[in-house]
């Protein structure tokens, strides 16, 4: 009984070693394709999705935003508040914000879109807009004159909401910008892309300017206070302690998130549904290719029936040969992946008008993939090694 459980390993042996090199090398480069097929997909809409939630972390919100408690309409002592924040165990950085009920308007063009006053070094350690910039330079701290526009405000050639936009304005030219009855000329300084449109459709101006137009009305006070945490630490655990310094209302990025849950809750589906039918080529392509090499091996079959190898024993010798192939199949696909595919993906992302999107790898989910391939591999190598053992002897030997 046991010699003959080794008659399996003796005949692979043989074949891996007397068989055509070049038919095996193709199966495992079949099996890598199919591997790889697998992964890329998973790890292109794993991308997306984080870079849509980096999008709205670093580009809108920070991780976590404050704003006035229900009834009131700004945080009052705004930089005692926030020297507060900054004090906290996990808290990188603070900025405010405070949203002007202001329009602008540029020759002829008028609109109302979000205009808010900032301290600029402090919004550079919360948000990427000052690493954004398209045209011109990032608003300084002390310039009373200066205004920086979205690339949605520019607007000019490809702009997606050009139609609703200033038509392609420029650096150095004016906007004039209406506040509480009093108007105001602007330079426009720079115009920034960051490819999330609800920031590309704002307008920057500094705190200090904001003084020297309306001196005291919004003195030591925001609407908006977004806060940058680290990565380690939970957002939750943030917002518990500024309960207790101050009440207002507290969100994190994912409670704003709103329309972009719904676009990554999208992907991830489609995520979902893509494994299905990548899943379902591969295994596929994976029964014709074992099917194929097995038809061929009919009278080799056959011939080990007639000697008296028991069925059972040649369906192990092909059940370890699909496991052979798709193990070095998945090593094969795996060494291209990491090799090739990701480092290409990383220096050129793929760009999506929401950003650029680079490859997100999730090892357990690597992991469950390969062993899906070798799963699959398995049970398509079974069902042919099943049909053709259970063949008639002479047929099988005649090769009919």
């Known amino acids: 009984m046991k010699s003959e459980t080794k008659i399996p390993f003796f005949l692979i042996n043989r074949y891996l070693l007397r068989g055509n090199k070049w038919k095996i090398v193709l199966i495992v480069f079949l099996m890598a394709i199919a591997f790889i097929n697998l992964i890329f997909v998973s790890s292109l809409f794993s991308g997306i999705i984080k870079m849509s939630n980096d999008q709205i972390v670093n580009a809108y919100t920070g991780n976590i935003m404050i704003t006035p408690e229900n009834g009131k309409d ?16 996990g808290v990188k950085a603070v900025s405010t914000q405070l949203t002007l009920p202001a329009s602008l308007q540029y020759n002829n063009i008028k609109g109302n879109w979000s205009v808010l006053a900032i301290n600029p070094d402090e919004e550079k350690n919360v948000t990427n807009v000052s690493q954004k910039m398209i045209e011109g330079e990032y608003l300084d701290a002390d310039d009373e004159d200066g205004i920086i526009i979205g690339r949605q405000i520019a607007g000019g050639k490809d702009v997606e909401m050009d139609a609703f936009s200033f038509k392609n304005a420029q650096v150095g030219q004016i906007i004039n910008l209406s506040l509480n009855g009093i108007s105001k000329d602007y330079i426009i300084r720079g115009i920034f892309y960051t490819k999330f ?22 003195m030591d006070k925001t609407n ?44 991830s589906s489609i ?37 008296g190898i028991k069925p059972y024993l040649i369906d192990s010798l092909y059940v370890m040969q699909t496991v052979v192939y798709s193990c070095f199949g998945v090593l094969l696909g795996a060494a291209i992946y990491f090799a090739i595919i990701v480092p290409y993906f990383n220096a050129y992302p793929f760009q999506l008008p929401i950003g650029d999107a680079k490859l997100s790898i999730n090892y357990v989910e690597l992991i469950f993939r390969a062993e899906t391939i070798i799963f699959v591999a398995i049970a398509a190598g079974l069902v042919p090694t099943i ?6 002897l002479l047929d099988a030997i005649w090769g009919k």
């Not at 494994?275 to 079959?301: C, E, H, N």
């Not at 049909?387 to 008639?392: C, L």
Request: no cysteine.
């Open 387 to 392: 049909i053709i053992t259970r063949m008639k």
């Open 224 to 267: 908006s206070i977004i806060i940058k945490t680290d990565n380690k630490v939970d957002e939750r655990v943030i917002i518990e302690k500024i309960k207790n310094i101050f009440s207002a209302n507290y969100y994190s990025w994912e409670d704003v998130a709103g329309l972009m849950t719904s676009v990554t809750k999208s992907f």
């Open 197 to 218: 449109i609800n920031t590309d459709q704002r307008a920057f101006i500094s705190k200090k300017s904001l003084e020297s137009l309306i001196p005291d009305v919004f």
């Open 271 to 307: 995520n979902v549904l893509l494994y299905i039918v990548g899943m379902l080529i591969a295994a596929i392509t994976i029964f014709v290719v074992v099917y194929i090499d097995i038809l061929s091996k009919r009278q080799q079959i056959g011939i080990l029936r007639a000697i």
């Open 74 to 89: 700004f945080i009052e002592d705004a930089d005692e508040k926030t020297e507060a924040i900054a004090a906290i165990d």
